[in-house]
Nanobody, 125 residues
């Protein structure tokens, strides 16, 4: 069974850091890219980063570029999202999903059919 487990959210002050984890089971990163998405209250879900380790592809939304870093530990089948210099507008529920990742355009959300449960990130200003 293909599963994703997201964790690492929490409450942090503006300027602080958090690291989210997305642990995969039932598949390997040879088959799928992992994307991180977030959804703030009253807003649509937006893609913020993705990684396709086998092709060494990463992508970041402009809103997080330079502050967030995505990485993978293939031995642990886990993808991480290191989030630095957090801002109040980063407050959202963060989701990881399995799908595709284009180095220029990022993930194609409708290609994602496996999702982890969300993890709440709250940044206080």
């Amino acid at each position: 069974e293909v599963q994703l487990q997201a964790s690492g959210g929490g409450l942090v002050q503006a300027g602080g850091s958090l690291r989210l984890s997305c642990a995969a089971s039932g598949f390997t990163f040879d088959d799928y890219a992992i994307g991180w998405f977030r959804q703030a209250p009253g807003k649509e879900r937006e893609a913020i980063s993705c990684i396709f380790p086998i092709d060494d592809i990463t992508w970041y939304a402009n809103s997080v570029k330079g502050r967030f870093t995505i990485s993978s530990d293939n031995a642990k089948n886990t993808v991480y999202l290191q989030m630095n210099s957090l801002k109040a507008e980063d407050t959202a529920v963060y989701y990881c999903g399995a799908g595709d990742c284009n180095r220029w355009t990022g993930p194609t959300e409708f290609e994602y059919d496996t999702w982890g449960q969300g993890t709440q990130v709250t940044v206080s200003s």
